[in-house]
C-alpha cells in the first residue's frame, strides 16, 4: 500500500510538472496520458466500468472505478456522466445508488423510450469502457442531522437517489425507524426488489401499476399507503420522494413538507414573443416560437451540449448577452444583459442574443 501510494503521488507531481505542461502544449497532458491509460488524467474526472449487470429487462446498472480527479457526491446527488455515442459525446444526469464515500459508484440507468444515452447504456454497456464524469450536483440530499423516522418513495429510476440515501444511513450504523415505497411497473421491473427486502429494520412495500400481480399496494400513493409502509408517521418524520412529476405531486399533496426530486422533463407551453433569437456564435437568427432556447436552436440545425433537459444539470448553460428570457420551471424573468442562462429551461422575452 505503502508503494502504491508513493507512485501515485510521484505520477501527480510529474503530471503537474510546469516543463511537461509546455512541452505537451497546446493541447495539455490528458491528451497524451489518456492513449496510455484512458482514465490517467490530471483535470478530467472519469471512469472505469468494472462491472455490468441487467436486473431487468428495462435496465443497467454500471459499477464505475473512478479516478483520482473525481471528488466524490453526496447521498441524493446526480452525477453528469458522458460517452461517446455515434462518435459524439453525450451528457445525461443520473444519480448514483451507492453509499456515499464509496470507492466505487454505482448507477442503474433505466432505459426511455427514444432516449439516447440510455438505450445506448442499456444495449452496449460493457466491462472496460471509459466514461466522464463531468460535474456533480443536486440539492436532493440528507440533512446534516439525520432525521429518526424517514420515508422514502420512489418510482421508476428515481429508486437510485433515495437508495443512496439508505445504503449511506446503513453503512452509518443509524438506528432509525424507515419505511420504503416503491412503484414500478411490475414486479420484474422492480430494481433492487431483492436487497430492499432483505435490508433489516426497512418496511418495503411495492406497487405495480401494470402487472399487479404480488403487489403489496393497490391504486396510486395516498394517505394509506403511507400508513401501511410507516405507522403513525407524524410531523417530525421526514419524507423523501423522487420519481415522475405525477408521484412528487401526489406525495406533496399528503405531505407539502417532503424532500422531492422529479426526473421527468418538464412540458411547456409557452407562447411566442415573436422576438428575434439570434445564436450569435453561429451567425443563426429564427424567430421565437416559445419553446426553451435549447429546443428551438436544435431545430435551426445547432448541436448544443445538454444533459438532463430541464434545469438540473446546468451542462447547456450558455452567455445570455442581451435580451430577457424567462425560466420556465421558476417564472422568474430576467433583464439583466450579460448573464449565463439555462438554454434548456430559458425561453425569450422579446430579442434575446445567446453566445452559441
Known amino acids: 500500500m505503502f508503494t502504491e501510494m508513493r507512485t501515485r503521488s510521484l505520477r501527480e507531481r510529474v503530471l503537474r510538472s ?35 449487470r441487467r436486473q431487468t429487462p428495462r435496465s443497467v446498472t454500471l459499477t ?3 479516478n483520482h480527479v473525481f471528488t466524490g457526491f453526496r447521498a441524493g446527488q446526480h452525477i453528469n456522466l458522458t460517452v461517446e455515442v455515434d462518435g459524439r459525446r453525450r451528457t445525461r444526469c443520473y444519480s448514483p445508488a451507492s453509499a456515499e464515500g464509496a470507492d466505487l459508484i454505482e ?4 432505459r426511455h423510450d427514444g432516449g439516447l444515452v440510455s438505450t445506448y447504456l442499456c444495449d452496449h454497456a460493457r466491462p472496460g469502457m471509459v466514461v466522464g464524469l463531468d460535474s ?12 429518526r423516522r424517514i420515508l422514502f418513495v420512489s418510482g421508476g429510476s428515481g429508486v437510485t437517489p433515495v437508495l443512496s440515501m439508505l445504503r449511506t444511513l446503513q453503512a452509518d450504523g443509524a438506528g432509525l425507524d424507515v419505511g420504503f415505497i416503491h412503484y414500478s411497473r411490475s414486479a420484474e421491473e422492480a430494481c433492487y426488489r431483492e436487497e430492499l427486502a432483505a435490508m433489516p429494520g426497512v418496511r418495503v412495500l411495492h406497487g405495480y401499476t401494470r402487472d399487479t400481480a404480488g403487489t403489496d399496494l ?9 400508513a401501511a409502509a410507516l405507522p403513525d408517521a407524524d410531523a417530525d ?27 421527468v422533463p418538464p412540458t411547456f407551453s409557452g407562447m411566442s414573443s415573436g422576438g428575434q433569437v439570434s445564436f450569435a456564435d453561429s451567425g443563426v437568427e429564427v424567430t421565437d416560437d416559445g419553446r426553451p432556447l435549447l429546443e428551438q436552436a436544435e431545430a435551426a440545425g445547432l448541436t448544443p451540449e445538454s444533459g438532463c433537459r430541464m434545469g438540473i444539470c446546468h451542462s447547456c448553460t450558455r452567455r ?5 428570457v424567462k425560466n ?6 430576467s433583464g439583466v444583459d450579460s448573464e449565463d442562462v439555462q438554454i434548456c429551461v430559458s425561453a425569450p422575452v422579446g430579442d434575446v442574443e445567446i453566445a452559441l
Not at 505537451?24 to 490528458?30: A, E
Not at 418524520?237 to 426526473?263: K, M, N, Q, W, Y
Open 218 to 226: 393497490h391504486g396510486r400513493f395516498c394517505a394509506e399507503h403511507l
Open 107 to 110: 448507477l442503474t440507468v433505466g
Open 320 to 324: 445570455k448577452t442581451s435580451g430577457v
Open 64 to 66: 464505475l472505478e473512478p
Open 328 to 333: 420556465l420551471i421558476t417564472g422568474a424573468v
Open 136 to 147: 456533480v450536483g443536486g440539492d436532493f440530499t440528507l440533512p446534516a442531522d439525520h432525521p
Open 237 to 263: 418524520t421526514a419524507v423523501f420522494v423522487c420519481g415522475p412529476p405525477a408521484l412528487v405531486d401526489a406525495v406533496r399533496a399528503i405531505r407539502p413538507d417532503v424532500r422531492a426530486e422529479s426526473f
Open 18 to 52: 510546469p516543463l511537461l505542461d509546455l512541452l505537451t502544449g497546446p493541447h495539455g497532458v490528458d491528451r497524451y496520458t489518456e492513449l496510455l491509460t484512458p482514465t490517467w488524467t490530471l483535470g478530467e474526472a472519469r471512469a472505469k466500468v468494472v462491472a455490468v
